[in-house]
């Protein structure tokens, strides 16, 4: 980066626009910042992966890591070819669905257009930063399923349904909001996805683990049976990289690299986290009777989905007491799930739907702004709660109707590794 501090005015080159300068200087560091934060969001599907190879079982473990893999593959380039449009349609008054499709072609067939200058996005970023940061997003969603229904769904039905809800049901109804549509207008708030990243992803998680049903032997004469997970480090090692993520997620969502707004950001975020892990462990070790690892990790991933609706209106006090009632509510969660006979492998229903409604809803409670109200909210929590799972539960439905979701007793009492990949996730090898 180029700095000019001359020491006299008469320093200045009668051709040097300093106002000029100093803005292409402040552009480039905030686009920068999002091209790092971008970076960040997408390291954290390795996190995902860890996580849920970590609590899933040995025998499915490449399965999982496949789903894993492909999701953020179909997750980006679904969003390229549809999603991104529906997402940002540049809506002439707020709606639902008013979109102009007279902008669809740009992004493919005349990419010379993009607008790569000061005057996008108020000197923030790039077009092409815009959309691969806004990509990233929208393949957490579909991770956020992946993990619920882990061990018992059908690869093929998987990767449907992730084309069809990264692809068309996330991007409109975030486009409601940061696209600026009805809940915008009506002044719903969320800063970084508490509602239309986690909760969406979260209501699409609860759809699938309805209609999937629970793994053989979960849920045996009234008690919940543990499946062990194949992994406890990778699942440590998982949630540290989802943290480390976290810091481009909510850091990335100030959409500028704006010295107080991403630092102020930052801190609320690690105080809710690590106030997310103390409530888990705390209500793990009354609910269990055990100092319960697997409680603190998703203790520690609730306070990051708490916080993220209001990182930047909520103060660090507040955060940190908003951290700390999801990491309670994670745990409460898990076990209701249990109660009612709700197979979810790692937790996701607990982590991003319960806790990223609590977070959403805390903007109300806590939010330094006050226009950001508790009923407005609500309202918005419900909207997007709706249309996100009756659309997940259509597709899930349709997709049980036609191809089926789960498959053969056999495979997966045996395991998914073997026969549908070949291959298995961890071999132990002796020369003879």
């Known amino acids: 980066m180029k700095y000019f501090v001359p020491l006299l005015a008469q320093d200045i080159p009668a051709t040097m626009d300093l106002s000029a300068e100093i803005s292409q200087n402040l552009f480039t560091t905030n686009n920068v910042w999002m091209m790092l934060s971008t970076a960040l969001v997408f390291i954290m599907h390795l996190g995902f992966a860890g996580v849920e190879a970590g609590f899933g079982q040995a ?63 108020d000197g923030g970023y790039t077009y092409w930063t815009d959309f691969l940061f806004q990509a990233m997003f929208a393949a957490t969603a579909a991770t956020i399923v992946s993990g619920a229904i882990a061990e018992r769904v059908k690869l093929w039905a998987y990767l449907v349904f992730t084309l069809l809800y990264v692809g068309i049901v996330y991007p409109i109804i975030g486009s409601w909001k940061w696209g600026g549509g009805a809940l915008d207008a009506m002044g719903f708030y969320d800063f970084a996805g508490s509602t239309l990243v986690h909760s969406v992803g979260g209501w699409g998680a609860l759809a699938g683990v309805i209609l999937v049903g629970p793994r053989i032997g979960k849920y045996v004469n009234g008690k919940t049976v543990d499946k062990p997970g194949s992994s406890v480090p990778l699942a440590v090692i998982g949630v540290f990289l989802l943290w480390l993520g976290w810091f481009g997620f909510n850091g990335g969502s100030v959409l500028s690299a704006d010295p107080a707004i991403v630092s102020f950001v930052l801190v609320t975020t690690s105080l809710a986290a690590c106030a997310g892990g103390i409530g888990g462990f705390l209500a ?59 197979d979810d492998v790692v937790g996701a229903v607990s982590v991003h739907l319960t806790c990223g409604v609590w ?28 249309a996100a799972f009756s659309a997940a539960f259509l597709i899930f439905f349709l997709l049980k109707k036609t191809m089926g979701i789960r498959v053969s007793e056999e495979h997966e009492r045996s395991g998914l590794d073997s026969h549908e990949h070949g291959i298995r996730g961890y071999t132990i090898v002796y020369d003879e």
């Open 359 to 386: 977070g959403t809803l805390a903007v109300g409670i806590f939010s330094t702004n006050p226009e950001h109200t508790f009923l407005t909210q609500l309202t918005g929590v419900a909207i997007c709660g709706i």
């Open 284 to 342: 793990g070790n009354i609910v269990f009777k055990r100092l319960d690892l697997g409680m603190i990790l998703n203790g520690i991933l609730a306070g990051l989905v708490g916080i993220t609706a209001g990182a930047d209106v909520i103060n660090p006090a507040s955060a940190v007491l908003v951290g700390f009632v999801a990491g309670i509510l994670v745990v409460y969660s898990a076990v209701l799930l249990d109660k009612l006979k709700l």
């Open 59 to 121: 025998k499915n473990t490449v399965n999982i890591l496949f789903k894993n893999t492909i999701t953020p593959i179909l997750g980006i380039l679904s969003y390229a070819f549809v999603g991104f449009f529906l997402m940002y349609p540049g809506f002439e008054t707020p709606g639902w669905l008013n979109f102009d499709f007279a902008g669809w072609n740009m992004f493919w067939f005349s990419p010379a257009d993009a607008d790569v200058t000061v005057g996008y996005a």
